[in-house]
């Protein structure tokens, strides 16, 4: 159970690093359009969330719900959409 664990946390975490990633390679290209930085800082701000709560222990707990790993695989996956169509 604990090697499913740390796989988890280790996924969660690459998740965390691509809406980040994302976010700052969304707001390099879309460099001239208006109101850039919110549309990053939309995609960017979930990735740090994401990413930090792994290292908390009381957090790192909630992300092993069934109903939140369905919440952050939707989010991540709707946040990924914005990024490419924005």
């Given at each position: 159970?604990?090697?499913?664990n740390?796989?988890?946390?280790?996924?969660?975490?690459?998740?965390?690093?691509?809406?980040?990633?994302m976010?700052?390679?969304?707001?390099t290209?879309?460099?001239?359009?208006?109101?850039?930085l919110?549309?990053?800082?939309?995609?960017?701000?979930?990735?740090?969330?994401i990413?930090?709560?792994?290292?908390?222990?009381?957090l790192?707990?909630?992300?092993?719900?069934?109903s939140?790993?369905?919440?952050?695989?939707?989010?991540g996956?709707?946040?990924?959409?914005?990024?490419?169509?924005?």
């Amino acid at each position: 159970m604990e090697r499913m664990n740390k796989n988890l946390i280790n996924n969660y975490r690459m998740g965390g690093y691509l809406l980040i990633t994302m976010g700052l390679i969304n707001l390099t290209y879309q460099n001239g359009k208006s109101n850039i930085l919110g549309h990053s800082l939309i995609i960017i701000i979930p990735g740090v969330l994401i990413l930090g709560s792994t290292w908390l222990p009381p957090l790192s707990k909630v992300l092993n719900l069934r109903s939140t790993k369905v919440l952050a695989l939707g989010l991540g996956l709707a946040l990924m959409g914005f990024a490419i169509l924005s």
